[in-house]
């Protein structure tokens, strides 16, 4: 097997393809376990409803919160996180086999 340009690139992208798959599990898994937070990319305020109505025993019905908003946005800022290290995670995978398949040797026989 001799060693050359297109196998050199091969192996370069190989390499990358696998260090941006380590990376994508690596960060993914401390986000989930709690080591880190993802960036914070959702910013949903609260709901309120503000209602002065009575219920039927006459009691006054004030406002009402509808979404509480700090897990709601920690909710989806994960939900977006999974989403992105998931495109990484397939993204290595591509690269890594392009690179896998420009390092095997061709070999062409014809049959007479």
Do not use: H
Not at 52 to 64: A, E, H, N, R, W
Request: proline share 3%.
């Amino acid at each position: 097997m001799e060693f050359t340009t297109e196998k050199s690139i091969g192996l370069t992208l190989l390499c990358v393809g696998l260090f941006i798959i380590g990376v994508a599990v690596y960060q993914g898994v401390a986000v989930f376990s709690g080591a880190n937070i993802p960036p914070s990319i959702a910013k949903i305020q609260e709901l309120v409803i503000a209602s002065s109505s009575m219920d039927t025993s006459g009691v006054k019905i004030g406002p009402m919160k509808l979404m509480v908003n700090k897990e709601m946005n920690a909710v989806i800022d994960m939900s977006l996180w999974a989403v992105l290290m998931l495109l990484l995670v397939t993204a290595g995978g591509k690269i890594a086999g392009v690179g896998a398949q420009m390092m095997r040797d061709v070999r062409i026989v014809v049959k007479e």
